[in-house]
């Protein structure tokens, strides 16, 4: 007795009295007793697999459960091979961060984007610096309108902890 999750059964882990059957190559075959169902596809050599639990009655396929759960985990392999996960670069400042200074990180800041990445820009307070969050917000806004063409603002400034942040994505696409 095979069973692969709490969602799909199949063969004797169906508990439903009767499944409406599908064949081989997706045709419908009509609503069976499971025993019978079982014997169908035991005489064509395959597996009885409930695909619909939820119906009434519930929906069994026959296929070969072996080459069915190699596909889904082939497919799954590939879905994951070609999903890339999004890296955040972050970008620090300081309230007296010098005007030269800003505008080197702030071109560092526009490769990142235009490479694909997301940028975190982060203000970083130290002692009575924090008492002025007036200063980091106008700091913020100078960097968003210097690279307003190539991102869009994903979180807008707010503080956390002794600094302010805010999260830049990419505008476009990748540029190859």
Not at 14 to 40: C, M, N, S, T, Y
Not at 112 to 139: C, D, N, S, W, Y
């Amino acid at each position: 007795m095979k069973e692969i999750s709490k969602t799909q059964r199949i063969n004797e882990a169906i508990r439903a009295d009767e499944v409406r059957l599908i064949g081989e190559k997706g045709e419908q075959l009509g609503v069976f007793p499971v025993k019978e169902a079982l014997e169908i596809a035991r005489g064509h050599n395959l597996d009885l697999v409930e695909v619909a639990p939820q119906a009434d009655p519930p929906v069994c396929r026959l296929l070969d459960f072996g080459k069915y759960s190699y596909e889904r985990a082939r497919k799954a392999r590939e879905a994951r091979k070609s999903h890339k996960p999004v890296e955040v670069k972050e970008i620090r400042f300081r309230p007296k961060t010098g005007e030269h200074d800003v505008n080197f990180k702030v071109n560092r800041m526009r490769g990142f984007l235009k490479e694909g990445f997301k940028v975190k820009v982060r203000v970083l307070f130290r002692g009575r610096e924090i008492t002025h969050p007036e200063i980091a917000q106008e700091m913020l806004s100078k960097v968003v309108a210097d690279v307003k063409d190539v991102c869009v603002v994903e979180l807008y400034p707010r503080m956390e902890g002794r600094s302010m942040f805010m999260v830049l994505a990419p505008a476009g696409k990748k540029k190859p």
